[in-house]
């Protein structure tokens, strides 16, 4: 195992922040697994499992059992990790700007597609090679002003040459759940499978360029732009662990082990990918998620619990205005699976208060959470 560390721009004179980043088995031998934890630093399931997946992979190292590389960053977002107020650790938003944490990567598709065009061949395997470093080429032109841009620049440039990356995070209260693309889905099934996700939203245009899409995206267009010349050079998902407070040592281990089972599967762990459950995870499009939101503000009386099948016209929540009297109902429009829900009990009128994966098409344009 190597141990990096790569510092930040420092925001005000006395103080430096760093990402660490561990690397198990041989660079360029095998394919690459970037795994990160945390960016929305009050996240934490993730860390705990990137913590054993660490202890993990550390043996299986020392046992020559890796035939690929693995880079472990457990602890992603060290500017957030520091943001507490008043007891109370915000992680989501950099405090200086206000930034959501996973939004605003660079897109390097434009100057990767100017420095390829000329350059492609009917060699697959070179063309990879010449994006990858044409990727590289790109972040390291990048001039961050801020602490957040260098540490956005950090995690790209570590992961975008990579084969596989998971953006570990987790959702308030939550079910176990998976975002990804319909780019990487095929390819990242099998972890869902390994994990038993039983909600895993699709989609290639979620807007606000957020980090797990950041390089998968990069590879669908210059596929769309090249043809077959482009391989599927990457593959990206969002692992949402449960909720905040999901922090066990129960979970984790199950969860690190579900990951190695995967780095079995694609071939970076030596071992039987024939014990993978035979099940199929199922998927669903992101835009069939219906977002359930109040319209007035009281105390929120949430009636159904992530991992619960709703059907349509059931009351998802209330709200009641203990002034007023006046109690509002919320109900989903149509059948689905909660994945998850607020963490909150007083309801501000339009808050989003949970999740349900369904199967119609029911929202369109920008469909991430703020
Ligand atoms: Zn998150």
Not at 35 to 47: F, V
Not at 139 to 161: H, M, R
Request: hydrophobic share 40%; aromatic share 6%.
């Amino acid at each position: 195992m190597q141990h990096k560390q790569h510092p930040l721009i420092s925001p005000v004179p006395g103080t430096s922040r760093h990402v660490d980043s561990f690397h198990f088995g041989c660079r360029g031998n095998g394919k690459k697994v970037y795994i990160q934890a945390s960016l929305h630093a009050d996240e934490l399931p993730g860390m705990l499992v990137a913590w054993q997946l660490k202890q993990m992979l550390k043996t299986l190292e020392q046992e020559g059992k890796l035939n690929g590389e693995v880079v472990l960053v457990p602890v992603a977002n060290p500017i957030g990790q520091n943001q507490h107020l008043m007891d109370v650790h915000l992680g989501r938003y950099e405090l200086e700007t206000g930034q959501n944490f996973n939004r605003g990567y660079k897109d390097t598709f434009p100057e990767v597609k100017q420095q390829v065009a000329e350059r492609l061949t009917k060699d697959v395997d070179a063309n990879k090679q010449l994006i990858r470093e044409s990727m590289l080429n790109a972040l390291a032109k990048w001039q961050p002003q801020t602490e957040l841009q260098s540490q956005q620049k950090v995690l790209q440039t570590l992961s975008c040459d990579s084969d596989v990356m998971l953006d570990l995070h987790c959702d308030f209260e939550a079910a176990l759940h998976l975002y990804s693309t319909y780019y990487s889905w095929s390819g990242i099934e099998p972890l869902a499978r390994c994990l038993g996700s039983k909600a895993n939203m699709l989609a290639d245009d979620t807007g606000g360029n957020p980090f797990d899409c950041s390089t998968d995206m990069v590879w669908q267009r210059l596929n769309a732009e090249f043809g077959d010349m482009i391989p599927q050079g990457c593959l990206g998902a969002t692992v949402e662990l449960r909720g905040q407070a999901d922090v066990t040592d129960e979970y984790a281990e199950h969860d690190a082990k579900a990951i190695v089972a995967y780095l079995v599967w694609l071939g970076v762990v030596a071992g039987d990918a024939d014990d993978m459950p035979e099940t199929l995870a199922p998927s669903s499009d992101l835009a069939a998620v219906e977002t359930l939101k109040t319209t007035q503000g009281g105390v929120l009386v949430l009636k159904v619990q992530p991992g619960d099948w709703v059907e349509a016209g059931q009351i998802f929540a209330q709200v009641i205005d203990p002034i007023t009297d006046s109690i509002e109902e919320v109900r989903v429009t149509q059948a689905g699976y909660v994945y998850s829900r607020t963490i909150r009990r007083m309801a501000t009128a339009g808050m989003l208060i949970g999740n349900v994966a369904g199967s119609e098409i029911i929202r369109s344009g920008y469909l991430l959470a703020p």
